[in-house]
């Protein structure tokens, strides 16, 4: 799990090994957090994991919550004919690219009217899951920028599989995490400068969530 400070730099907040993704898992994992000084969340981003939406309402219940709009068109294009997958994709686009909830919300009726009668499951889906997708679109361009999809949390995956599949084996769960250990501090190391515009992002969200930063 990785956070932006209140002063914009990035970091790594823990790993942890779950044997399956639940909402009381991750409750205790959003505890872990509060025990180690972590006293507000603005705003969580993450790909559609089964329970954490759930459980973000019960530990910081004053949380946004942003579904990675990445993940969800990649979730929905699983559920595609790989001969349509272009022509939807580009239609996708066309609803999350929009510059405000109404109009984004206009081009999903529109992608609705084209697909529906071949992918009705995707349209379901989108439909559910409106409200945390679009969450975004409540905050000024600069913040939506850090907050509509998952790529920090991706870049620091993306890492810790190529380190983890170089090993393999990891004879318990305490080498594992030594080595995950050492992964945070090698990231962390290079994360020497705050969020690109992150006066103007703060100034932002010090109005967006007054009083909390």
């Known amino acids: 799990m990785v956070g932006i400070n209140p002063e914009g730099y990035k970091e790594i907040l823990g790993f942890w090994i779950l ?3 639940s909402a009381s898992h991750w409750v205790s994992v959003l505890n872990d957090l509060k025990s ?59 609803i999350y690219t929009q510059p405000t909830e109404q109009m984004a919300r206009q081009k999903l009726e529109e992608f609705k009217s084209r697909w529906e009668s071949k992918y009705p499951q995707v349209i379901r889906e989108w439909e559910g899951d409106w409200e945390m997708i679009t969450t975004f679109y409540r905050y000024p361009y600069e913040v939506r920028r850090c907050m509509s999809n998952t790529n920090l949390i991706e870049s620091v995956y993306s890492k ?39 006066e103007l992002i703060r100034s932002q969200l010090e109005i967006l969530f007054e009083g909390r930063l």
Not at 160 to 175: C, I, L, M
Not at 176 to 184: D, H, P
């Open 160 to 198: 810790v599989k190529k380190v983890t599949d170089s090993k393999r084996v990891f004879p318990h769960e305490e080498a594992l995490m030594k080595v995950l250990y050492g992964v945070a501090l090698e990231l962390e190391d290079k994360w020497k400068r705050p969020v690109r515009d992150w």
């Open 36 to 94: 180690r000084g972590v006293e507000d969340v603005l705003v969580v981003v993450a790909d559609n994991l089964k329970g954490l939406e759930k459980a973000v309402r019960s530990v910081f219940p004053r949380a946004d919550y942003q579904q990675c709009v990445v993940h969800k068109v990649r979730s929905s294009l699983r559920k595609v004919r790989y001969g349509d997958r272009k022509e939807v994709a580009r239609d996708m686009r066309s």
């Open 19 to 21: 044997e399956t993704e």
